[in-house]
């Protein structure tokens, strides 16, 4: 079993920027591909971006394109830890975010949520305008 907790969120202004962290639990956590998903009131759960480790040095990295050049997705496996850096927030970013986990070994990362088996209860992002 995996347990993720996310931190991190709360209320900016455009432009500015937030960090969140999303504290994984699980022995395997290395290997797992990890993702961030986002949000909007009435609106679907989008994917943000995801990140697989390839070596123990490196990592595959994958962005929205409407997050692309704003966001990174970065982690640290020896703290179990995946990241969202978030910079030149918009109005439009505002929404709850998840982190998630996906268990397989493989190197597949995907974009669905369906790809992902364990989730985070999220953390809320406004931004003002």
């Known amino acids: 079993q995996v347990q993720l907790v996310e931190s991190g969120g709360g209320l900016v202004q455009a432009g500015g920027s937030l960090r969140l962290s999303c504290a994984a639990s699980?022995?395997?956590?290395?290997?797992?591909?990890m993702g961030w998903f986002r949000q909007a009131p009435g609106k679907e759960r989008e994917f943000v971006a995801a990140?697989?480790?390839?070596?123990?040095?490196?990592?595959?990295?994958y962005h929205a394109d409407s997050v692309k050049g704003r966001f990174t997705i970065s982690r640290d496996n020896a703290k179990m830890t995946v990241y969202l850096q978030m910079n030149s927030l918009k109005p439009e970013d505002t929404a709850v975010y998840y982190c998630?986990?996906?268990?397989?070994?493989?190197?597949?990362?995907?974009?669905?949520?369906?790809?992902?088996?364990?989730w985070g209860q999220g953390t809320q992002v406004t931004v003002s305008s």
């Open positions: 990140i697989k480790a390839i070596s123990k040095s490196g990592s595959r990295t």
């Open positions: 699980g022995r395997t956590f290395s290997s797992y591909a």
């Open positions: 998630a986990a996906r268990a397989s070994p493989n190197d597949y990362v995907p974009s669905s949520e369906y790809g992902y088996d364990y």
